[in-house]
């Protein structure tokens, strides 16, 4: 029994060194885990959680650079120039002396900056190694779940936050989650991009015209409410800006333009009216005096006859347009004889059917031979009524049809803002004529008074037949006028009726183009152009993938075509010579926001509109009583 307790003592005697040194071992394992680990962690926390938000290398890369100046200012602070050494020493001791917890934080702490510059680094790596597409499928999974978690997470910033609807300068149209450039990155640019989280469209971008295509429910109409909204609120902050700078003094409408916000829905249809309402609401909300927001023609009418002679005379032959020749041509002469007379233009519809009469225009035109002979001329009657009648009737039937739209109502320079619906689907013709009249209206508004203008042309396909040349004049003009024009189709092909005229006006839109889902992307996304890739090809070891590969710079579209046509909903492309954005849009909620304190504040905001300038009732009833007199005269 003795021995064996002796034999075991010396045993234990005999093993103590092994002992000792695996306890000193097993302790400093432990304390360079716990000091190691707290780092190790932290960086792959880093990786992780860009992994999971679908971040590119940049983001990660700011935080680096927030934490570099963070140690920065606490070295200061503390007047510890490398004090995440000596808490990593602290860590240390604390760790030895057995103080765990306190020896992560520190050691989490003394690390900070190598675990978030290893997680750049290797972020950097790896995303940059996957987009190579070196790793095949592995690349294209990587690529498409990034997308998809950068997708989802700028919808749930759309939930969460409230974006704002401009900057200083651009509109903010929602939140965006990747950009394609059109040309490598130099260091310089890279380091120096700024990750902002939105869409933004500049507003001298803007200025150069803008088209916007996407098929039906791609949310075209929301992204335009949207546009309007954000470019209303940036135009005025500047417009409020300079003039309350002093030295602009009374020459403030020359340099200092009021903006105009004008938004034609082409389509018309049975939902016109509350979308124009809601859309003029939404105006309201911003802040825009409601006196000087117009919802045409269910609230506002326009005024045409404030036109020149030629414009005036060239939109009423448009609206009344007869396919007969020779009644167009008896019809301009008569227009002609109407409009421009010595004694001046008609004023209303009423003044214009009482010149239509042959006693009146003698008198009007006394001296003048040629004139009087017209007058003759079309007032003789070779049975049946003579053409003047006949277009008389045309005439008062046409402002029966109009209902006074443009009769006698409000100059645009009443408007800050104004919502033109036009019948579009319902009576192709009457669309055309009136957009024509509006494109005519807009076009006088801007040369004589100075205004900044944004035209919006929703669902532009369903008037451009006529329209089309009309709208492509009046971006080539507007540019030194002052004015935007953002045309929207559903389709690359319903922007104009020929190729040529698409290629006109688009070649007239220097300020980008904003696409949302559409089927026929072909034709887009070759406007757009190429950038560069790299292309790996793979030898094949038997059925393997062997070692060796090649690398090819090539031409790949700037916008991908296949992915705009399985864009999801609400999604869109802005798309620009040198980059490709894209984003979801956010849509606009008045209920969600506060009035523009730029635009409440302005003391401009409250300027007085003129008003119509006949009444409507009495317009109505001299009309008739005018109408029912000539006829009652012509039946006797
Ligand atoms: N960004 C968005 N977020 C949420 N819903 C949207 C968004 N854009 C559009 N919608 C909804 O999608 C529907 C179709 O949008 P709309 O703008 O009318 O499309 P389009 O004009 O292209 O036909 C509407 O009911 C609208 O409320
Ligand atoms: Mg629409």
Redesign the pocket.
């Known amino acids: 029994m003795a021995t064996a307790i002796r034999r075991r003592q010396v045993k234990l005697m005999r093993s103590w060194p092994v002992m000792a040194v695996s306890g000193v071992v097993a302790a400093i394992a432990s304390v360079v885990a716990a000091i190691l680990l707290p780092g190790v962690a932290t960086a792959a926390g880093l990786v992780g959680w860009a992994w999971y938000r679908g971040w590119p290398a940049s983001k990660l890369r700011n935080i680096v650079l927030a934490v570099l100046g963070s140690t920065a200012l606490a070295a200061a602070m503390t007047a510890d120039p490398i004090w995440p050494y000596h808490t990593l020493e602290t860590a240390i001791r604390q760790a030895f002396s057995g103080q765990w917890p306190e020896a992560v934080t520190n050691a989490v702490g003394g690390q900070l900056v190598l675990a978030a510059v290893a997680a750049w680094w290797w972020w950097h790596r790896y995303t940059l190694r996957m987009q190579s597409g070196v790793a095949g499928e592995r690349s294209e999974k990587h690529a498409r779940r990034q997308l998809l978690r950068r997708q989802r997470e700028a919808q749930r910033r759309i939930r969460r936050e409230i974006t704002p609807l401009s900057r200083p300068g651009r509109v903010v149209l929602?939140h965006r989650y990747e950009s394609t450039y059109g040309e490598v990155r130099l260091a310089g640019e890279y380091l120096l991009a700024k990750d902002r989280p939105w869409i933004e469209i500049p507003l001298d971008r803007l200025q150069l015209h803008t088209a916007v295509i996407?098929e039906?429910?791609?949310?075209?109409?929301?992204?335009l409410t949207r546009l309007s909204a954000g470019w209303t609120e940036a135009a005025w902050a500047e417009y409020v800006r300079r003039s309350s700078q002093p030295e602009s003094g009374s020459t403030v409408d020359q340099v200092n333009p009021r903006p105009l916000t004008i938004f034609v829905d082409a389509k018309g249809g049975r939902e016109a009216p509350d979308a124009a309402r809601s859309w003029a609401d939404a105006m309201e909300a911003l802040g825009l005096d409601p006196r000087r927001v117009g919802v045409f023609p269910f609230e506002q009418r326009l005024n045409m006859w404030q036109l020149p002679p030629r414009q005036l005379r060239a939109s009423l032959h448009a609206l009344a347009s007869t396919d007969h020749e020779y009644y167009s041509r008896l019809q301009r002469e008569l227009l002609h004889l109407v409009v421009d007379a010595p004694d001046g233009p008609p004023t209303s519809s009423v003044g214009f059917l009482k010149k239509i009469n042959p006693d009146a225009l003698r008198r009007s035109w006394r001296g003048y031979e040629t004139e009087l002979q017209s007058i003759e001329a079309l007032t003789a009657s070779r049975g049946g009524p003579s053409p003047m009648a006949a277009d008389l009737m045309l005439f008062a039937d046409l402002f029966r049809l109009l209902g006074s739209d443009f009769d006698a109502g409000r100059p645009l320079a009443d408007f800050d803002a104004l919502y033109i619906s036009l019948p579009g689907t319902v009576d192709r013709v009457v669309a055309e004529a009136k957009a024509s009249v509006v494109i005519e209206l807009l076009a006088y508004e801007l040369a004589t008074s100075s205004r900044r203008c944004l035209f919006i042309l929703d669902e532009f396909s369903a008037v451009s037949g006529e329209v089309a040349g009309s709208v492509i004049g009046l971006v080539e003009r507007l540019r030194s006028l002052g004015g935007s024009v953002v045309v929207a189709a559903q389709s690359y092909e319903g922007l104009a009726p020929t190729p040529d005229e698409r290629e006109r006006l688009l070649g007239a839109m220097g300020g980008g183009m904003l696409v949302?889902r559409t089927q026929n992307s072909g034709p887009v996304a070759q406007r757009a152009g190429t950038r560069r890739v790299s292309e790996v090809g793979r030898q094949l070891a038997g059925t393997e993938e062997g070692s060796l590969g090649t690398v090819r710079r090539q031409d790949a579209f700037l916008l991908n075509p296949d992915r705009l046509r399985r864009l999801p909903?609400?999604h869109v492309a802005y798309v620009l010579p040198e980059e490709v954005q894209w984003g979801?849009?956010?849509?606009l909620e008045p209920t969600k926001r506060l009035p523009s304190e730029v635009i409440v504040e302005s003391p401009q905001r409250a300027l007085p509109p003129a008003g119509d300038a006949v009444p409507y009732l009495q317009l109505c009833a001299d009309r008739q009583r005018e109408v029912d007199e000539r006829l009652r005269g012509w039946s006797a």
């Open positions: 929602g996407g039906t429910g791609a949310g075209k109409t929301t992204l949302m909903e609400h979801v849009v956010t849509p």
